[in-house]
């Protein structure tokens, strides 16, 4: 199961923190990945995160977006600064075994519900 939080409108230029609580789940290894899809466009990867730290992230977000792990709590995070109006989307939270080493959302197995992220400008 997973289950984000922490979606809201902003304006531009503000911040915003995604959480995504996870529970259920017994890969050994694995990736941890944040999508975003916007209206009439395709799901798109964000960011996402191995079991041992290492991050990719999409170019749109880098320097702005920083996302991170917590084992201990099985949460997963999004901090969003410097927000653009098009960041507006759906946000939603995945996982899945192995790394991270495609944000493909067809890899992905296990998915939240979303969270809505909107920013104004």
């Known amino acids: 199961h997973l289950a984000e939080s922490g979606g809201g409108s902003v304006q531009a230029g503000g911040s915003l923190r995604l959480s995504c609580a996870t529970s259920g789940y017994t890969y050994t290894s694995n990736c941890m990945g944040w999508f975003r899809q916007a209206p009439g466009n395709e799901r798109e990867g964000v960011a996402g995160i191995e079991s041992d730290g290492i991050q990719v992230y999409a170019d749109s977000v880098k320097g702005r977006f920083t996302i991170s792990r917590d084992h201990a709590k099985n949460t997963l995070h999004l901090e969003m600064n410097s927000l653009k109006p098009e960041d507006t989307s759906m946000y939603y939270c995945?996982?899945?075994?192995?790394?991270?080493?495609?944000?493909?959302?067809?890899?992905?197995?296990?998915w939240g519900q979303g969270t809505q992220v909107t920013v104004s400008s």
């Open positions: 995945a996982l899945k075994g192995g790394g991270c080493d495609s944000l493909d959302t067809k890899r992905f197995p296990n």
